[in-house]
């Protein structure tokens, strides 16, 4: 029964350390924008198509 009195304290502690944790992103802007992240890898691969497409080309002129 008296263990009960250091893992309450600690629960609690860790609980308010989750929270501030939270709080803290949230305020950072990590959850401003979800849907983005998930298609970048993909707007990526275009970018690169479209400048070797140009690098190409570059050559063939030379």
């Known amino acids: ?7 309450l304290p600690l629960a609690l502690v860790l609980a308010l350390i989750a929270l501030v944790a939270f709080i803290w992103s949230v305020r950072g802007g990590q959850f401003d924008d979800l849907s983005t992240p998930s ?9 690169l198509r479209q400048t070797g497409d140009t690098d190409e080309v570059e050559s063939e002129d030379d």
């Open 1 to 7: 029964m008296s263990v009960i009195y250091i893992v």
């Open 39 to 47: 298609l970048r890898m993909l707007h990526d691969d275009e970018q």
